[in-house]
C-alpha cells in the first residue's frame, strides 16, 4: 500500500545544529508540504513543493529549506536550530492530475522535535 | 482567501449527533469548504468537502446554506473514537494552487 512516512519521529538535538527531517511518499504524487504545529497555533506551512527541483516558501519558512529532487522525498532542513523551532512537524502530500482530488492531502506521522 | 472562525471546542456524550458550524462571511464563487479530522499524536485527515447544499459521505455530512457563508460539519451518533480536532478550511479551486490554510480548529472531546 502507498504511504507517506518520516523520520526520525522524535528528535532532540541542541541549538545551533543543522538538522534535517526525512519525509518519503509513495504515492507518486507531484505536490509535497511541510507544516508544523504549534499549541494554540494549529498548522502551519513551512514550505511546499509542486514538482522535482519546485519548492516555494509558505507562512513561517524563516529558518528551513528544503530540496526536491526526485518525486518521492523532500527533506526538510534547519540551518541553524534554535529553541523556537521546537515543534511537531508533519510532511503531506497531494495528487495534482486532472480529475484526481488534489485538495486531499494525506499526512505522515509527524516528527517531534525538541531544540535545547 | 476568505478566514474561517469556529469554536474552539465542544462537547458531546457518546451516542449524540455533534454539530460543528464554522463562518466564512468572504468565501467566494469559487471556494469549496474541506473539513480535516486530527486525532491526538496523528496527521489530519481528509473528511468531507462540499461547495453549496448537503453532502454526506460514510463519515460525516456537510450542510451549506445557500449564501454560503457559514457550513456546518455534522457526525452522527459519536463515539469515544471521534474525539479529535476538527478543522474548516476554505480552499480555492482552479488557482493552480494546492496549498491548505488550517485555523486552530475545533477540539471535540467526547464523553462516556
Known amino acids: 500500500d502507498a504511504e507517506i512516512t518520516q523520520s526520525p519521529r522524535h528528535k532532540i538535538t541542541e541549538t545551533g545544529r543543522q538538522v534535517t527531517l526525512a519525509c518519503h511518499q509513495t504515492w507518486n504524487h507531484n505536490n509535497m508540504f511541510w507544516y508544523r504545529q504549534d499549541l494554540g497555533h494549529g498548522l502551519r506551512l513551512i514550505h511546499y513543493s509542486y514538482g522535482v527541483q519546485d519548492t516555494n516558501k509558505g507562512e513561517v519558512s524563516d529558518g528551513y529549506s528544503v530540496s526536491r529532487s526526485n518525486t518521492e522525498d523532500l527533506p526538510l532542513t534547519l540551518e541553524s536550530a534554535a529553541s523556537s523551532q521546537t515543534s511537531v512537524y508533519f510532511c503531506a502530500s497531494s495528487d495534482r492530475r486532472t480529475g484526481t482530488r488534489s485538495y486531499e492531502q494525506y499526512f505522515g506521522p509527524g516528527t517531534r522535535l525538541t531544540v535545547t | 482567501l476568505a478566514k474561517t472562525t469556529q469554536p474552539i471546542s465542544m462537547d458531546s456524550y457518546e451516542g449524540q449527533e455533534v454539530n460543528i458550524t464554522c463562518s466564512h462571511n468572504?468565501?467566494?464563487?469559487?471556494?469549496?469548504i474541506t473539513w480535516y479530522q486530527q486525532f491526538p499524536s496523528q496527521g489530519p485527515r481528509f473528511i468531507i468537502q462540499?461547495?453549496?447544499t448537503k453532502v454526506t459521505n460514510e463519515v460525516a455530512s456537510l450542510f451549506i446554506p445557500a449564501d454560503r457563508k457559514s457550513s456546518t460539519l455534522s457526525l452522527p451518533r459519536v463515539s469515544l473514537s471521534d474525539t479529535a480536532v476538527y478543522y474548516c478550511?476554505?480552499?480555492?479551486?482552479?488557482?493552480?494552487?494546492?496549498?491548505?490554510?488550517f485555523g486552530k480548529g475545533t477540539k471535540l472531546s467526547v464523553i462516556p
Open positions: 478550511l476554505v480552499r480555492r479551486s482552479g488557482a493552480g494552487s494546492y496549498q491548505l490554510t
Open positions: 462540499g461547495y453549496k
Open positions: 468572504n468565501i467566494a464563487t469559487n471556494d469549496y
